[in-house]
């Protein structure tokens, strides 16, 4: 299928999920707007949210402090993890250091780790930047070091003959031979970022998708609770394009 084919198709996707939804709230209310709102609730409550302000804040400030949040986490997370999983790959010596601490951690929740959050860093950023820290660093520790293990060892000798060896061969050789095993874990661990930072910004957080979405609950405000679900979806989905882009302009040859 081409892919102006496939565009067509979803775009006509999403234009009748729109006119069902309004069909079956507005038109045909066969479903309780008090449960599930109709475009109009939501409009309205876009547009609160944006001129007026909801839960302390405005839309943008909203976005803004959630996306720095997610940011700030997610980098901190994949730097640390992909050298870790390069090394573990790698070397079996840090594997033998490293793996039984690392397999002691992986099965721990990322949202185990908010009260320790708390305890440590208090309600601030820094304790829901840890707290996403913790979800994003698993994804990218394991496809690194998958990546790592899956390189065909024709490479390894033949980088060996041509004099690749320490900084070079790692910058030359092991990290393009795992870089689509990298790039699957940065968008594992993108996603799981998002899906923290929502839990985490429930407890003391002053601003934040994840607060609007908490102060519409208490408020039993549905049109409000889809527009914080539209957003974090629309955030998640444009720093995930953005990745997208990085990865064919590390690989080209995959984009070809």
């Keep these: 299928m081409q892919p102006g084919h496939s565009a067509a198709i979803g775009v006509a996707t999403v234009v009748l999920a729109l006119a069902l939804w309004a069909l079956f709230t507005t038109a045909i209310p066969w479903i309780d707007t008090a449960r599930f709102p109709a475009p109009a609730d939501v409009w309205a409550a876009l547009t609160q949210i944006t001129v007026q302000g909801y839960a302390d804040a405005r839309l943008w400030r909203h976005v803004a402090q959630s996306s720095v949040l997610v940011l700030t986490g997610f980098a901190t997370a994949c730097t640390v993890g992909v050298a870790l999983g390069l090394a573990m790959g790698w070397s079996r010596r840090a594997e033998a250091l490293l793996n039984p601490v690392f397999l002691l951690l992986r099965p721990i929740p ?32 394991i496809n690194t070091y998958t990546g790592v293990r899956a390189m065909e060892p024709q490479i390894v000798e033949a980088s060996s003959m041509l004099g690749a060896r320490g900084p070079r061969f790692v910058r030359e050789v092991l ?54 679900m539209v957003f974090v979806g629309l955030c998640g989905g444009l720093m995930t394009a953005v990745l997208g882009w990085v990865e064919r302009r590390a690989m080209p040859w995959r984009a070809a």
């Design 110 to 141: 990322p949202l185990a780790w908010i009260p320790l959050a708390i305890v440590w860093l208090g309600l601030g950023d820094a304790a829901k930047v840890l707290v996403i820290f913790m979800a994003a660093f698993v994804p990218a520790v």
């Design 175 to 228: 990290v393009p031979a795992a870089a689509p095993h990298i790039f699957t874990g940065l968008r594992l661990s993108l996603q799981a970022s998002w899906t923290t930072l929502v839990a985490a910004e429930l407890v003391g957080a002053l601003y934040g998708l994840g607060q609007v979405l908490n102060n519409a609950a208490q408020d039993i405000y549905p049109g409000m609770i889809l527009v914080g």
